[in-house]
């Protein structure tokens, strides 16, 4: 039997021939990430120090080139081919939140900007988990800051829908106020977020089953945090900058926040309170077409190394589309940035032939 060695932890542990790597690692409890067990969160890296796996089946934004480069694997997507020995990623942050299926009530839907809505939720209590389900009903709802969770509501018809989206709130509010807040932008044909302002609106319950993710503030670190936010990504960033100041960083906290068009721009006041309060904040608010006067033109990543040349020490977070995301990471990699200090969660579209049978399964939950 093929033997998986994880000398940082000191275990060996026996595997079958052609078993998913990130099966193995859970079964044995080895603290590692997941989420979306198929290839697209990027959540499950790990460094494959020695042997081989055979890698297959993600998506290029969850494994760039450059971190395939450096030995960097994704454990959803690895099939053990013999004795392999793998080193985990920011084992010293690792932090693992329990899964929570909550049912919430819609406290209040407000329209920031031109279609992109802040959906306040209040959690209400546990809904009964699916058979074979592996989230924990029950107790409060904890995450870190940049973390997202999986929202269902039903539509006109009645059948649940479900889609991922990141926590805008910080997680005090979620632990002692029982609420929380995603952004979310209102797109022609959205099975989700067409519903909002319609089936969704104050009153309506929802379904939350989360905490996800692996693009969380990192409280130990010492040095510089850079955020850096496209669109609807900015909740997260936001939640990742306050949970940063609030816990006393002191080191260079700056957020980068990139829109399309000078419609799109929100978040602006709260950004100044957090500059007005905290000396080390800095905020950028970067529009790449028609940028009025006061605000940057262009786009959120060239602004980003426009301003900073050397990355040393610093630890970059990212949110908003895949291409930025991936374009960003890339440039990252390739100034010598460590994957290790590059934090961000790839949302893609769902794949059309894995559609109908999700929504068939919300359906009858």
Known sequence: MPTISIPALGLQLQADPDENLLKVLRRHRVPIGWSCKRGECGSCKCVLERGEVDLRGYQPGALPAAQREQGIILACSSRILGDVQIGLVDTDDYIEHPIR???????????????VFALRLGIVGAWEPE??????????????????????????????????????GTPVEAEYDGELEFHIRRTPGGSFSGLLGGAIVAGTELRLEGPMGRAYFRPRH????????????????????????????????????????????????????????????????????????????GRVGDALFADVRDFAEAKVYLAGSPAMVEAVSAELLARGVPARDLHADAFYAPAPEALAPAQQDAAGA
């Open 131 to 168: 058979p074979g389900g592996e989230a924990d009903a029950g107790g409060p709802f904890l995450f870190s800051a940049g973390q997202y969770a999986h929202l269902k509501a039903r539509d006109a018809h009645g059948a649940w829908i479900g889609r991922d989206f990141s926590m805008a």
């Open 101 to 115: 299926r909550l049912g919430c009530r819609v406290l209040w839907l407000r329209e920031l900007a031109p279609e």
């Open 222 to 297: 010492q040095g510089p945090l850079y955020a850096v936010a496209a669109g609807t990504g900015l909740g997260p960033m936001l939640s990742v900058v306050q949970t940063a100041l609030d816990n006393g960083k002191t080191d260079p906290v700056v957020l980068y926040a990139g829109f399309r068009n000078p419609s799109e721009v929100y978040g602006v006041e709260l950004m100044r309170q957090l500059a007005q309060r905290h000396g080390n904040f800095r905020a950028h608010v970067v529009v790449e077409f028609d940028a009025p006067g006061g605000l940057r033109g």
